[in-house]
């Protein structure tokens, strides 16, 4: 059965540090998302994506944030200067015209 | 805005009990409403949706209904196993600004013991 996948599953970076984290949509997928679930709360919308561009975006998703479809399979979101409350779980999601999204296993990113 | 609001966990039941998690939502239009499943370790699993007013969900042996004059969407079972055992997510999608993003609530974990 396809899959969202998500790499790596843990990250631990240096707080202003770079990172990009990956995630591979299922296949005949259009459109793409980007959650994060800080521990004990709730799993908050970050971005999503369609037809090569952003179609919706929340008030997380500032200019430190960007994604990127590099290749046609791969899904990135890269967080330019991590900060310590960028520390959560990353869900990556996708779907097709049906709607019903599936979701990757996550990232958690610690930033010390 | 829209948000959803559900019971705090953890639930903890006995195998064979009755389960019932309690999901509120506020929402400008017509949402949809779903429970996703986390089990340990995993991503988030779609257990069920409704997509319009009285529909009823169901899957697994769980089932919620969609009640429009009471904004809720209660994820109920009869009789809970050990394996269901996992964080229980309501969420709302608004077909509005392009997308369909999901709302979520802060999640309700259910602990089954023997």
């Known amino acids: 059965e396809p899959e969202v996948t998500q790499t790596p599953s843990h990250q631990v970076t240096q707080m202003g540090q770079e990172v990009i984290l990956r995630c591979v949509p299922i296949?005949?997928?259009?459109?793409f998302y980007w959650y994060r679930q800080i521990l004990g709360q709730k799993v908050e919308f970050l971005v999503s994506?369609?037809?090569?561009?952003?179609?919706?975006k929340s008030e997380i998703f500032d200019d430190q944030f960007s994604v990127e479809r590099p290749d046609g399979s791969n899904f990135t979101l890269k967080i330019r200067s991590t900060k310590l409350e960028d520390s959560a779980m990353y869900f990556c999601?996708?779907?097709?015209?049906?709607?019903?999204?599936?979701f990757g296993p996550g990232t958690r990113l610690t930033v010390l | 805005g829209n948000s959803v609001t559900q019971m705090e966990g953890p639930v903890t039941l006995s195998e064979e009990a009755f389960l019932t998690i309690n999901c509120t939502y506020t929402a400008t239009g017509y949402p949809s409403l779903f429970w996703y499943v986390q089990y340990p370790g995993e991503g988030l699993q779609l257990l069920l949706k409704a997509t319009k007013a009285d529909d009823k969900g169901s899957n697994k042996g769980f089932e919620a209904t969609y009640r429009k004059e009471t904004t809720s969407f209660h994820l109920e079972k009869g009789s809970v196993q050990v394996s269901d055992s996992a964080v229980y997510f309501c969420?709302?999608?608004?077909?509005?600004?392009?997308?369909?993003?999901?709302?979520f609530g802060t999640g309700t974990q259910l602990k089954v013991e023997l």
């Open positions: 999601a996708s779907s097709g015209q049906g709607h019903e999204q599936f």
């Open positions: 296949s005949n997928h259009l459109y």
């Open positions: 969420a709302l999608s608004d077909l509005g600004g392009g997308g369909n993003k999901l709302t």
């Open positions: 994506f369609y037809n090569n561009e952003i179609s919706e």
